[in-house]
């Protein structure tokens, strides 16, 4: 036994030891985390996209990374607000790492406290990873709130775990077909 500020060290059996390991791995990036693990999955969906085609489902709160052969790679996502969601077919138009935001001078009018830019980093609501859609101002993009994963919630971007947007963002190339629907 040893002490640490007062406190006594017992011996902490192996299983712990690998638990807490494995943790500080993950929350350093070594490792997926247990939550992003969680949000990808390869699924039938029975549709008959061409391979690499980004197909999302705002209703189901899923983005689709076709696979061909009615097999897509399934990962969690948050959508568009209500009165933000928008539905159609573009493309990805460019691939940026480390983003920085400008938020529209529509979200500034709504918002007048919204900074005029976000550098990237922890704050920057893009995330690590962005794919910029078409001629718009519309993106799939990671997150610096995962919790907002699974709902309603944005201006009408995409948004993924920070895990999940690099996995897609090494898949996908500039021009890769992009449809959304309800």
């Avoid at 969601?85 to 009018?109: A, I, L």
């Amino acid at each position: 036994m040893g002490r640490v500020s007062g406190l006594v060290m017992r011996t902490v059996p192996s299983v712990i030891v690998a638990l807490v390991v494995a943790v500080g791995l993950a929350s350093a990036g070594s490792i997926p985390s247990a939550k992003a693990a969680a949000t990808r999955d390869i699924v039938e969906t029975g549709d008959d996209y061409a391979y690499g085609t980004i197909v999302i489902k705002t209703s189901e709160k899923h983005l689709y990374y076709s696979l061909g052969d009615g097999k897509a790679i399934r990962y969690s996502i948050a959508v568009g607000s209500p009165r933000n969601q928008w539905f159609g077919t573009t493309w990805v138009s460019e691939k940026k790492e480390n983003p920085t935001w400008t938020p529209t001078p529509d979200m500034r009018r709504r918002n007048p406290r919204l900074p005029a830019y976000v550098a990237p980093g922890p704050k920057n609501p893009l995330g690590i990873r962005a794919l910029y859609l078409g001629w718009t101002a519309y993106r799939i993009h990671g997150t610096n709130a995962p919790g907002s994963i699974g709902h309603a919630v944005s201006n009408g971007c995409i948004r993924m775990l920070n895990e999940d947007v690099v996995d897609l963002y090494q898949r996908v190339h500039i021009g890769a077909p992009v449809v959304v629907s309800r």
